[in-house]
T-cell receptor, first 113, second 113 residues
Framework: RKEVEQDPGPFNVPEGATVAFNCTYSNSASQSFFWYRQDCRKEPKLLMS???SGNEDGRFTAQLNRASQYISLLIRDSKLSDSATYLCVVGAARSGSARQLTFGSGTQLTVLP | ETGVTQSPTHLIKTRGQQVTLRCSSQ?????VSWYQQALGQGPQFIFQYYREEENGRGNFPPRFSGLQFPNYSSELNVNALELDDSALYLC????????????FGQGTRLTVV
């Protein structure tokens, strides 16, 4: 079983749609949680951090449920420019004092005109 | 832009050769992590360097090695290249131990033939 699991997609949605991505993680000692966005053949870029209280940034809302070890990302009123791969990322202490980031395989989103 | 730069951007090597990839971290960041991203997968943690010492390692063989310099720039060395080493190699800089999110360079795309 992978440490971080995501719906692989692809998700093809029309402009203006609401789309939700889900992610589960297996390491209960995980301490930090993020969503990254990766455009085709580019590097991942931080979309938002995820907190237990939930957080919102414009059209994007992220939720964390530590008890269920579940993370979600909701995109409202999707735009063509939202087309990308969305990576669920979990941070946990590993050997030494490093906080290793573990990435899911990503969920591909295509927003259609 | 993150301020993290990697070189070269693209590289083609022959199986059995050795390769060195370079990364300059963002100003103020003393931690550098390296990731390997195969096509269609999320980035996989290779190792992390903090203040010139290895500070955590993922599930990669010893032929993957690294260095961090006093200015916090870093190198990834891969010996005895195999075809499966073909991937996007990402460098990410952050604060101590990766407490917060990582900031990625644009990556080096390595092709082993």
């Amino acid at each position: 079983r992978k440490e971080v699991e995501q719906d692989p997609g692809p998700f093809n949605v029309p402009e203006g749609a609401t789309v939700a991505f889900n992610c589960t993680y297996s390491n209960s000692a995980s301490q930090s949680f993020f969503w990254y966005r990766q455009d085709c053949r580019k590097e991942p870029k931080l979309l938002m951090s995820v907190y237990s209280s939930g957080n919102e940034d414009g059209r994007f809302t992220a939720q964390l449920n530590r008890a269920s070890q579940y993370i979600s990302l909701l995109i409202r009123d999707s735009k063509l420019s939202d087309s990308a791969t969305y990576l669920c990322v979990v941070g946990a202490a590993r050997s030494g004092s490093a906080r290793q980031l573990t990435f899911g395989s990503g969920t591909q989103l295509t927003v259609l005109p | 832009e993150t301020g993290v730069t990697q070189s070269p951007t693209h590289l083609i090597k022959t199986r059995g050769q050795q390769v060195t990839l370079r990364c300059s971290s963002q100003s103020g960041h003393n931690t550098v992590s390296w990731y390997q991203q195969a096509l269609g997968q999320g980035p996989q943690f290779i190792f992390q360097y903090y203040r010139e010492e290895e500070n955590g390692r993922g599930n990669f063989p010893p032929r993957f090695s690294g260095l961090q310099f006093p200015n916090y720039s870093s190198e990834l060395n891969v010996n005895a290249l195999e075809l499966d080493d073909s991937a996007l190699y990402l460098c990410a800089s952050g604060d101590r131990g990766g407490e917060r999110e990582a900031f990625f360079g644009q990556g080096t795309r390595l092709t082993v033939v």
